[in-house]
């Protein structure tokens, strides 16, 4: 079975460019997250999608947003791109909702902001 | 709010070695805790995980952790650390009250294992 996959692997931009991440979840599963890894402050989470609708969002400015498509696949938009949005961008799938439903991870995709 | 203190940044053990991290919650309500490692230049493969039921959680790889509700304490072992062992590992916690599933995360122990 495949795992969760997101691209691309790398994706390097320049202060006020727009960077978009692709994540696609395991087989079956119809929650998808996202995270941001950021050097010094850890793992945040960023944004919930579920059967379409953004669900949760955590504590981040509107010019990080997505949307998840009728496949459950899910894109991560980031406008107006900041130094400090370099970071490690880790996307999770989970079958439902139900909470202890242990969330898989992708191998991230690596934003670095120039 | 819920938050997750792990206690250590940077731990350095002994192949052969008791590997011991520390991970304390805060929560109003009962949590569901999680393990999880990440190897470098990867995403997080989960170690175990506690919902309800038995506190002693047993895991992959040959690690294992303790509900302790008075300790507020989740803390990860393993009697014998491998080389294979260095990693970053993450305590979690889930929030319960938000809807779906956010995980709330440590800031992670890094784990060198010395020969």
């Known amino acids: 079975e495949a795992g969760v996959t997101q691209s691309p692997t790398h994706l390097i931009k320049t202060r006020g460019q727009q960077a978009t991440l692709r994540c696609s979840p395991i087989?079956?599963?119809?929650?998808v997250y996202w995270y941001q890894q950021a050097l010094g402050l850890g793992l945040q989470f960023l944004l919930w999608y579920d059967e379409g609708e953004e669900r949760n969002r955590g504590n981040f400015p509107p010019r990080f947003s997505g949307r998840q498509f009728p496949n459950y696949s899910s894109e991560l938009n980031v406008n107006a791109l900041e130094l400090e949005d370099s970071a490690l961008y880790l996307c999770?799938?989970?079958?439902?909702?139900?909470?202890?439903?242990?969330?898989?991870f992708g191998p991230g995709t690596r934003l670095t902001v120039l | 709010a819920q938050s997750v203190t792990q206690l250590g940044s940077h731990v350095s053990v002994s192949e052969g070695a008791l590997v011991l991290l520390r991970c304390n919650y805060s929560?109003?309500?009962?949590?569901?805790l999680f393990w999880y490692v990440q190897y470098p230049n990867q995403g997080l493969q989960l170690l175990l995980k506690?919902?309800?039921?038995?506190?002693l959680v047993k895991g992959i790889n040959g690690f294992e952790a303790e509900f302790k509700k008075s300790e507020t304490s989740f803390h990860l072992t393993k009697p014998s650390a491998h080389m294979s062992d260095a990693a970053e590992y993450f305590c979690?916690?889930?929030?319960?009250?938000?809807?779906?599933?956010?995980?709330?995360f440590g800031g992670g122990t890094r784990v060198l294992v010395k020969p």
């Open positions: 979690a916690v889930s929030d319960l009250k938000a809807a779906g599933n956010k995980l709330t």
């Open positions: 999770a799938s989970i079958p439902g909702r139900s909470s202890y439903n242990e969330q898989f």
């Open positions: 506690y919902t309800t039921g038995a506190t």
């Open positions: 929560s109003s309500v009962p949590p569901y």
């Open positions: 087989s079956g599963h119809t929650s």
